[in-house]
């Protein structure tokens, strides 16, 4: 059952998304229930896709990496 929904969107970013719409084949009032259905759903089970498998385990890390102090270094290096 569908039902009508009336929002208010930045009059720019409704004409980049009719764009996109319409290069991607797709109707704008899909689009958007297409990216609420993904963003409601809870514990989500979609399989892994291929190419994400291929990328899973290829970079080993040293043991007591310390993601976020890699993280902040790489900010302060870029930004200060």
């Not at 109707?27 to 958007?32: A, D, G, K, T, V």
Request: proline share 4%.
């Amino acid at each position: 059952m569908t039902t009508k929904l009336t929002l208010t969107i930045e009059k720019d970013v409704i004409e980049r998304a009719k764009s996109y719409a319409k290069v991607s084949g797709r109707s704008l009032s899909e689009l958007i229930e297409q990216y609420l259905d993904t963003i409601t759903q809870e514990n989500s089970t979609q399989p892994i896709s291929p190419r994400l498998k291929k990328l899973i385990g290829i970079v080993e890390l040293p043991k007591g990496f310390d993601e976020k102090k890699e993280i902040k270094n790489y900010l302060e290096k870029k930004y200060l």
